[in-house]
């Protein structure tokens, strides 16, 4: 009796894993079946590389994702130089009463609701830089310097996690060698974590990526090329939040799906490229 | 020499970048606090209505935030609701049950949901939701319940995990004397492993409410609108905090709505505050409740 019980639940716990997988596949294969249409219309690259012109009837989708990547970047590398600061502060530079503080605000900053920085971002920031450096004000520039706040968190807590999980004896030798604090963080402990924050990179990255209201309210949605960082730029997430077609059937609407699966493959490539370094870590190891 | 001058210049940035990022972050909540609380108060979210006739469902509520409040709550508590057994299982399936391989391969797919845009979520439930309507019936359109499956299934990787996390932490010797003693796997699970995790998982569950009530991207494809009352069935459209604020930051007529909007922000961290000290203080008695009962 007892043993049937336990089979049965674990064929439960297994459905329910189950489940969770076929519909994560699911989301994948709902977007190329809906997406069909416009594959079928345009020849293939003009879809991914091409220019939004509804007058020729092409609807590709390269301009979104340039102008992902025109804002995600800059986000990255201007949110890099603060988290490499507060991780090295967290892991080594503070005192232990300092790090439990900062660790539980920047733990905190992770929960603020973005919505939040988007509409705090309309108001101070944009005015800003309309006033102080021209152009519209809505702009890839605006855009990258709140997510830059926003992806901060997760990047601090991945490198101070790695950062103090080198192992303590080899801190402590070089502790006992006469290493200064700042010391014992730059030869010691960062080559040991590089790995683990190389992980914290790339998640970073992939949420900027993701990010839909950041870019949405901030980064003036125009279609086209940016130019430079004062220029508005769509993003891929801003073009599926803004289609509205009445249409269900135009290509037009059609379009997102598109950006549905490019994002879904960026969400892949990076996944894949964490369980690399992760793997080349345990191989050194 | 050339060294300990990089050595006293990175120690100085690093000082220098931690001051710059609290101090934009407590400069932005300060700001909110500056603009917001002014605002807040009974009329902010119910307007000129009596507050106890709105709650009773007697009375609606025209210029407060007392709907988008209701349809944020009735939000979290389907997802979660929706999200929990699944999530919970699946993770209970990883940390117990799974061999090794098929744990992998299932921890790729959940990382892979963990990043999924929350677009691309609000996508395929706004996907599912038209093709409902054109195959099995047309009262199906994008709705509160919609918006609830599209949630649950956001935060289902958080709920996983943290179950996943929560279990494989315990020690060996809690996870081997009940076995020792003669109990099966199940009774284990339930008696020992459950309780001596729960406090983590439980922790786990409130920051992925939190971030049901955040969620922006996902409800603005399924169904939240800027005025709809207070939702009706699960086959409505309704109002949501988040949304709100979006709606207003790119609408507002006038100072009195931008100054609506601020409030609204402020009840939005204030939740997300509450549902984090929340979380910290589970992890902290929860675990020792569960197991002495006292």
Known sequence: MKTSGDAIAKAFFLSCAGISAVMTSAVFLFMIVLGLPLFRKGSFMDIWMGTWSPAEGVFGIGHMIAGTFWIAIPAVVLSLPLSLGTSFVIAGLGGPRLRETLISLVRFMTGIPTVIYGFLGIFLLVPLIREELGGPGMCVLAASMVLAVLITPTMVLFFSHSLMAVDPAHVQAARALGAGRIQRLLYVMLPEALGGMATGLVLALGRALGDTLIALMLAGNALGMPAGFLDPARTLTGHIALVQAADYDSLEFRSIFACGIALYLFTTASVIAVRFIERGKKEAA | ?294
């Open chain 2, 1 to 294: 020499m050339m060294r300990t001058l990089m050595e006293k210049t990175i120690t100085f940035l690093s000082w220098l970048m931690t001051l710059v990022l609290f101090s934009v972050v407590l400069f932005f909540i300060g700001y909110l606090l500056h603009k917001g609380l002014p605002v807040l108060g009974r009329s902010l979210v119910f307007g000129e209505t009596d507050p106890m006739q709105a709650i009773l469902g007697r009375a609606r509520v025209f210029d407060g935030l007392f709907p988008a409040v209701m349809g944020t709550l009735y939000l979290v508590l389907l997802s979660t609701a929706l999200a929990l057994p699944i999530g919970i299982s699946a993770g209970i399936y990883l940390a117990e049950y799974a061999p090794p391989a098929a744990g992998r391969r299932f921890g790729f797919f959940f990382d892979i949901l963990a990043g999924i845009p929350s677009i691309v979520i609000g996508l395929f439930g706004f996907s599912v939701a038209v093709f409902l309507h054109k195959h099995f019936s047309g009262r199906i359109s994008p709705c509160l319940l919609i918006s609830a499956l599209s949630l649950a299934f956001l935060v289902l990787p958080y709920i996983i995990r943290s179950t996943q996390v929560a279990l494989e932490s315990l020690p060996a010797p809690i996870r081997r004397t009940a076995p020792a003693l003669g109990a099966t796997r199940l009774q284990n699970l339930v008696y020992v492993l459950i309780p001596h995790a729960l406090s983590n998982i439980v922790s786990g569950i409130i920051l992925s409410i939190g971030r049901c009530a955040e969620d922006t991207a996902v409800i603005m494809l399924t169904g939240v609108v800027a005025t709809a009352g207070i939702p009706s069935s699960l086959l409505s459209q309704y109002e949501a905090l988040p949304f709100y604020i979006y709606y207003i930051s790119g609408q507002y007529a006038d100072q009195a709505e931008l100054d609506k909007g601020y409030g609204a922000c402020l009840i939005l961290l204030g939740i997300c505050a509450v549902l984090f000290i929340l979380a910290g203080m589970v992890k902290k008695h929860l675990t020792h409740r569960a197991l002495y009962k006292v």
